[in-house]
């Protein structure tokens, strides 16, 4: 978590997290999303499935301090 928001952090390897997936066209869509997530992230390589197929890609994994439990906070939404 950073503040109130989910972020994706280290895992296990084979660990699943579902989400969404962004087709980023253009050098200069990604440096505008690199921009955005300014430097509490780092760009890493990940294997993405959608609908069943398996692509290579890219995720903003966070390397800031951390924040709330994601558990104490699925339990707020509830």
């Known amino acids: 978590m950073w503040?109130?928001?989910p972020?994706?952090?280290d895992g296990e390897e084979g660990d699943i997290v579902r989400g969404w997936a962004y087709?980023?066209?253009?050098?200069?869509?990604?440096?505008?999303?690199?921009?955005y997530e300014t430097n509490k992230y780092e760009v890493v390589r990940?294997?993405?499935?959608i609908?069943?197929?398996?692509i290579?890609?890219?995720a903003f994994?966070?390397?800031g301090k951390?924040?709330?439990?994601?558990?104490l906070w699925l339990c707020c939404l509830n």
């Open 61 to 63: 994994r966070f390397c």
């Open 7 to 9: 972020a994706l952090v």
């Open 23 to 35: 087709l980023v066209e253009s050098r200069e869509h990604e440096d505008r999303l690199r921009f």
């Open 3 to 5: 503040g109130l928001y």
């Open 66 to 71: 951390r924040g709330l439990d994601v558990k």
């Open 51 to 54: 609908e069943g197929s398996r």
């Open 46 to 49: 990940c294997e993405i499935w």
């Open 56 to 58: 290579s890609g890219l």
